[in-house]
C-alpha cells in the first residue's frame, strides 16, 4: 500500500497522520531528508507558514522538499501548508521562503480582517460531488486571492463577506485547502488525496 508522509516541524501533525490511517495507508511523521524517501505523498499540516519556513531552513528540508516535489511528489496542504505550497504570498515576512509547486497567489490570515475562526458548508469539487457538503473549518485561513491557468479551482467560500474566495485548488498532484478537514472527522478530503496518490502509483506500476 502507499505511504504518505506528514512534514512534522510544527503544526497539528498527529490529527493528519490519524486522519490518513483512518485511510487506511500508512502515515508516518517526516523532519530530515532521508524520510522523503520512498514517499508516495506528503502533507503539509496547518500550524504557523513563517515557522514552518524557518524550521523548513534548519532542518536543512527547502531544497529537498523543493526538489522532490518538482519530480512529482503528491502533496497536500492545508492552510499553512497551502501557504508554504504556493509560489506567491502576500501579507508575510519578507525571509520567509516557501516551495513553489502551486501556481496561486495565497493571502495569509485573510479572513483574519473579519473574524479569526469560522465555519460554513463547502461544495468542493471532485470531492462532494452529489453528496452533502463539507463543513469547512477555518482558523487565521489564507485565500487564494489569484489562480495561473493550470489551477483547478476546487472550492470557493458561498456566503457570507468572503463570498466567492477560492479556498481550495488543485493543480495536477499538489492539493491545497484554506481550512482543516482533520479536525472535523470527515474524511472525504483526505481519501481524495490518498485516491490520487494511488492513482499515481499505479500510473507508474
Ligand atoms: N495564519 C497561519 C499562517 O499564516 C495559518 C493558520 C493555520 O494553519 N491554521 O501560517
Redesign the pocket.
Known sequence: GATIGVLALQ?DVREHLQTLEACGVRAVPVRRERELRGLDGLVLP?????T?SRLLEVFELTEPLRRALNDGLPAYG????M?LLASRILD?RDDATHLDALDITVR??AF?RQVESFETDLQCAGITTGDAPLRAVF????WVEQAGPQVQVLARVGDGPAAGRIVAVRQSDVLATSF?PEVTGDLRVHRYFVDLVQGRRKKEG
Not at 496547518?46 to 513563517?50: I, K, M, P, V
Not at 492545508?78 to 501548508?81: D, E
Open positions: 503544526g496547518g500550524g504557523e507558514s513563517t514552518m492545508s492552510c499553512a501548508g501557504i508575510t495569509r490570515n483574519g482558523i487565521r485561513a489564507p482543516h
